[in-house]
């Protein structure tokens, strides 16, 4: 549905996208993390359309965005900023989607009205950053995409709108096929709702991955050995902590396999944690810029 091709873009000679490539299948909901600075708006933007690459592909459906109205037509995006007209009311930014958007559907945005509580006559720019979020998705979800572009899309929403948001674009990706690209910080929630995850740095991909798989290739292990034995030389650790004879090891591999290695050691006792997508985050990016420093010393 989704492809990025050797993506490219610069900024006054700052390369914000090195060669990125990302492929979203159709239906997906895919949850695009980074470090702060590491490109995912920037990506999002190309995706939108907004942005021309300097270099590579940017397609969906194998068709480019860039200055493609019938493309950019099934897509809507909601940024962490949004947008609208300085004194437009809710349903000022209603008719002007409607204008452009031929599949908007004036049936589904009255059923929506239901799920977020927010007078149509009401100007935007005097809502909470929550209420306009919440407007933004009223509108974007009557637009009916076919992809869904969403920048930080749950910030400054309370939590039962959070939980009504999710479940309103989970049910659109079950009856809909809606394909969903999501950047946000929130690694938790994203948990919840992701089935692809792509994890990017200065610019690049370091992994795309369904994230069920993403979980079965990185495991938590707890144990404790005997006196003088060791862990086995060919463990691939991406980190160790010891607390006396207590060894926790995040490790690259498959629970079975690991285990079994380990068992050769002869351990008091192993224990094998689940590992949360915040941790595969951490530990994946891994190396000395992104260590949390001690400066407290």
């Known amino acids: 549905m989704i492809e990025v091709r050797k993506l490219q873009k610069s900024f006054d000679g700052f390369e914000a996208l090195r060669g990125l490539d990302i492929s979203v299948p159709k239906g997906a909901v895919y949850g695009l993390v980074g470090p702060n600075g590491a490109g995912k708006s920037t990506v999002i933007r190309h995706l939108a359309g907004i942005y021309?690459?300097?270099?590579?592909?940017?397609?969906?459906?194998?068709?480019?965005?860039?200055?493609?109205?019938?493309?950019?037509?099934r897509i809507a995006h909601i940024p962490d900023d949004i947008f609208y007209f300085n004194a437009a009311t809710v349903r000022d930014m209603k008719n002007f989607y409607r204008s452009m958007i031929p599949a908007f559907s004036d049936e589904r945005f009255d059923k929506l009205r239901e799920a977020f509580p927010i007078e149509e006559k009401q100007t935007v720019r005097r809502l909470s950053r929550g209420m306009q979020k919440q407007a933004a998705f009223w509108i974007a979800l009557s637009c009916c995409p076919e992809v869904l572009l969403l920048d930080e899309p749950v910030d400054g929403l309370d939590p039962v709108m959070r939980r009504q948001v999710w479940s309103l674009l989970l049910q659109d990706v079950a009856e809909r096929g809606t394909t969903v690209l999501v950047s946000s910080h929130n690694l938790r929630e994203l948990e919840d709702v992701c089935d692809h995850v792509g994890i990017m740095d200065r610019g690049r991909m370091l992994l795309e991955r369904p994230l069920a798989d993403l979980q079965e290739n990185m495991v938590k292990i707890q144990l404790a050995l005997p006196e003088g034995r060791t862990l086995p030389e060919d463990l691939d650790i991406l980190h160790e902590t010891r607390t006396g004879r207590l060894i926790q090891l995040i490790l690259r591999g498959r629970a079975e396999e690991l285990t079994a290695k380990l068992s050769a050691c002869g351990p008091f006792f192993m224990d094998v944690l689940p590992l949360s997508l915040e941790e595969i985050f951490i530990y994946e990016l891994g190396g000395e810029d992104h260590e949390i420093k001690n400066i407290l010393l």
């Open 52 to 73: 021309r690459q300097d270099g590579g592909e940017v397609l969906v459906d194998g068709e480019p965005v860039y200055e493609n109205p019938a493309v950019k037509a």
